[in-house]
């Protein structure tokens, strides 16, 4: 991998740009944590940290490799026999299991089959 120096602060988002396809075109297996070793960051906070800046072009191209990784995932979920390592990478980026409640419909819905029977009252 041919990450940047260590001590460069990225400014230029076509830079960062081709460091991310770089790692695309170059890895078999892309990962969240292998494009931000790819990238040069010692940590994923320190990752969070200069995604979440306020140099909204780089933070887009950052927000995008993001989604790619995400989107290999969500295949993986798909195509594998079992989809446990995606689901704990997911959680991992911030994707969370939502209650019936989250959504805005009732938690624990009774649900009945009533076949020829009369209910009174």
């Known amino acids: 991998m041919a ?11 076509e830079k960062a740009q081709i460091l991310i ?10 990962t969240y944590t292998g494009m931000i070793r790819h990238l040069g ?9 200069y995604r979440n800046s306020d140099n909204r072009e ?7 490799g993001t989604l790619r990784i995400e989107e290999i995932y969500e295949i993986r979920l798909n195509n594998a026999k079992s989809p446990i390592a ?4 997911l959680k991992n980026m911030g994707w969370k299991d939502k209650d019936v409640d989250e959504l805005g419909t009732q ?14 009252a």
């Open 41 to 49: 960051f010692k940590s994923r906070q320190s990752w969070l940290n």
């Open 21 to 30: 396809d770089d790692y695309f075109d170059n890895t078999d297996f892309p």
């Open 107 to 120: 938690k624990n819905p009774i649900h009945m089959a009533v076949t020829g029977m009369t209910i009174k």
């Open 58 to 64: 780089l933070a887009e191209v950052f927000e995008l």
């Open 86 to 89: 995606a689901i704990f990478a």
């Open 3 to 13: 990450a940047h120096d260590k001590n460069q602060k990225f400014k230029d988002p």
